[in-house]
């Protein structure tokens, strides 16, 4: 089992590439889930956030984290059933997650594994939710995942953590470029 969960992890890595700097935490972790959490203080109004996530992942979203090593191919559709999906080399796709909320500047959901996630009998639930303040938008998001991998999923907790955490460090540093 130990050798199995190594092996994930060492797949993961190779993956992903190398993994940065992360905003998030891992705030529970089981044999059978985790869950991750992270928090932003961005500055930008919550309507123009929520268009800079859907409307411009590709320019955010780190091409290390994709499939075909290019974010421009990364679309977000904001809508329930919306896909968010990258195109392939030769007409081929992936389904990466599948949106199942979207409440317009407030809040956006989304179901699935990411990455090497979905190659598990896992599933995963993302919760983005945007709020005011004084100073721009207080971001948080929140990535729970459950399900049964050999050797478990405690150990993915901390990869995915640092993975999200970079996206999302991503996609503050664009909305406060703009």
Not at 46 to 55: E, F, M, V
Not at 60 to 86: D, I, M, R
Request: proline share 4%; with cysteine; aromatic share 10%.
């Amino acid at each position: 089992m130990k050798s199995t969960l190594k092996a994930i992890l060492i797949l993961t890595v190779l993956f992903y590439g190398s993994i940065g700097r992360s905003g998030a935490e891992v705030t529970d972790s089981s044999f059978y889930g985790f869950t991750v959490k992270s928090e932003y203080a961005i500055k930008a109004l919550p309507d123009s956030l929520y268009k800079y996530i859907y409307r411009d992942i590709g320019l955010w979203w780190s091409p290390l984290h994709t499939f075909s090593g290019n974010a421009a191919n990364l679309v977000l559709q904001p809508k329930a059933n919306g896909c968010f999906c990258e195109r392939l080399a030769d007409g081929g796709s992936v389904r990466h997650m599948t949106v199942i909320y979207a409440e317009p500047g407030r809040v956006l959901r989304l179901s699935g594994g990411l990455g090497p996630l979905q190659e598990m009998p896992v599933d995963g639930i993302m919760t983005i939710t945007l709020k005011q303040t004084d100073a721009g938008t207080a971001l948080a998001m929140t990535y729970s995942v459950g399900g049964y991998v050999r050797g478990g999923l405690a150990g993915l907790a901390p990869i995915v953590d640092r993975v999200l955490g970079e996206q999302f460090e991503g996609l503050k540093r664009f909305a406060e470029g703009r």
